[in-house]
């Protein structure tokens, strides 16, 4: 399997469990805060042991800038979706806009000029 898909596989991974660690207890949870902070940080452990071999396996062919832009448009996307389907959120015109500005940024990132 190539390097590039290893690392963005393991990225999106990681960034559905930080997604869920972060904003699962949203939805409608009475429970205690000492709870949730201690349920999400259990979470959050899988989603270092994912984050760190993906970074790891990553740098040999990216730079720190590009897996750090790989890491927040992953993080975006998951969680966009994650707001639509579990909070059930609307995404709107707005929130596009602003996803795509993140996307024109990306391009800067990766684009090498001569």
Do not use: D
Not at 62 to 79: M, R, W
């Amino acid at each position: 399997m190539p390097t590039a898909l290893i690392t963005i596989s393991l990225l999106i991974a990681s960034n559905a469990f930080m997604t869920f660690a972060w904003y699962g207890h949203l939805k409608g949870s009475s429970t205690h805060l000492v709870t949730i902070i201690l349920t999400s940080w259990g979470i959050a452990f899988f989603e270092y042991c994912l984050m760190v071999p993906a970074n790891r396996i990553g740098y040999t062919i990216f730079n720190a800038a590009q897996l750090k832009t790989i890491q927040e448009v992953i993080t975006l996307s998951v969680f966009a979706v994650f707001s639509v389907i579990y909070l059930k959120e609307p995404l709107g015109w707005n929130h596009a806009l602003g996803f795509g500005f993140i996307g024109i940024g990306a391009f800067f990132i990766f684009h090498k000029w001569s």
